[in-house]
């Protein structure tokens, strides 16, 4: 137990980490829901990742998959800066007190 412990300690945050702090955020906008939309379909593919494991090739199933589904090119656009929005603020806001991501 006390390893699991230790682990959680040091743990990075990972992608989900990241985007629920930004759902949390985001609870008094106008887009909440719209934003929790394309979180719900993001998790699957970026979830477990570090932000800085995230990039183009590992969003490239997820635009594959949207486009097999039928989903425009200004929606899986939106579902794209939803990620950046994440990773932005990953990288300036969310750090812990020694200054990690």
């Known amino acids: 137990m006390q390893c699991d412990v230790a682990r959680k300690t040091h743990a990075r945050p990972t992608f989900t980490d990241c985007a629920a702090r930004y759902v949390?955020?985001?609870?008094?906008?106008?887009s909440s829901d719209v934003i929790k939309w394309h979180v719900t379909l993001l998790q699957p593919y970026l979830g477990d990742?570090?932000?800085?494991?995230?990039h183009d090739q590992t969003?490239?199933?997820?635009v594959k998959r949207r486009l097999a589904d039928g989903a425009s090119a200004t929606t899986i656009n939106r579902?794209?800066?939803?990620?950046?929005?994440?990773?932005n603020r990953a990288a300036r806001s969310y750090r812990d007190d020694d200054g990690r991501a």
């Open 79 to 87: 579902s794209l800066e939803v990620v950046r929005t994440i990773l």
């Open 49 to 54: 990742l570090e932000p800085k494991q995230v």
């Open 59 to 62: 969003l490239e199933p997820f």
């Open 24 to 30: 949390a955020q985001s609870r008094g906008k106008r």
